[in-house]
């Protein structure tokens, strides 16, 4: 199924395994709560058990380097697109009032991005990853 909406999450390359993982899971949880509709139907088993329901369309996963994550960042503010971020700090709070403390007092310039989640209309998000390789 073709989707109106994109979902990406550009990682920088060269982060450990835990750190992908985690990244990943903060940006997409920041894309759920902006964008509710990303969430799908409960799930339900054949014997009656209930689940959680899961993020209905397909997460396209990019590496990036450290320029690219920038111009991907530009890319996506120059675009008026909502976006989550992960910035390096981030690994050394212990949470979530530390994490916005910790990029409220860096200039977005200075900001040492590390992960960014998108979720907008497909063509928007196509030209703002343009390049990018799907992380393997």
């Known amino acids: 199924?073709?989707?109106?909406?994109?979902?990406?999450?550009?990682?920088?390359?060269?982060?450990?395994?835990?750190?992908?993982?985690?990244?990943?899971?903060?940006?997409?949880?920041?894309?759920?709560?902006?964008?509710?509709?990303?969430?799908?139907?409960?799930?339900?088993?054949?014997?009656?058990?209930?689940?959680?329901p899961l993020v209905r369309e397909p997460i396209f996963v990019f590496a990036a380097d450290g320029q690219t994550m920038r111009r991907t960042y530009d890319r996506a503010m120059s675009r008026g697109i909502g976006f989550t971020l992960y910035t390096?700090?981030?690994?050394?709070?212990?949470?979530?009032p530390e994490n916005r403390a910790s990029v409220a007092v860096t200039n977005a310039a200075d900001l040492d991005l590390v992960g960014l989640g998108l979720h907008g209309e497909r063509k928007i998000v196509d030209k703002i990853v343009n390049g990018l390789k799907l992380m393997t």
């Not at 994109?6 to 920088?12: D, F, I, P, S, W």
């Open 1 to 52: 199924m073709i989707y109106p909406t994109k979902t990406a999450l550009v990682l920088l390359d060269g982060l450990l395994a835990w750190q992908k993982v985690n990244v990943a899971a903060f940006l997409t949880g920041g894309l759920m709560h902006s964008y509710p509709e990303l969430a799908g139907e409960p799930y339900g088993d054949a014997d009656g058990n209930a689940y959680l």
């Open 88 to 96: 390096r700090p981030l690994f050394t709070t212990s949470s979530d």
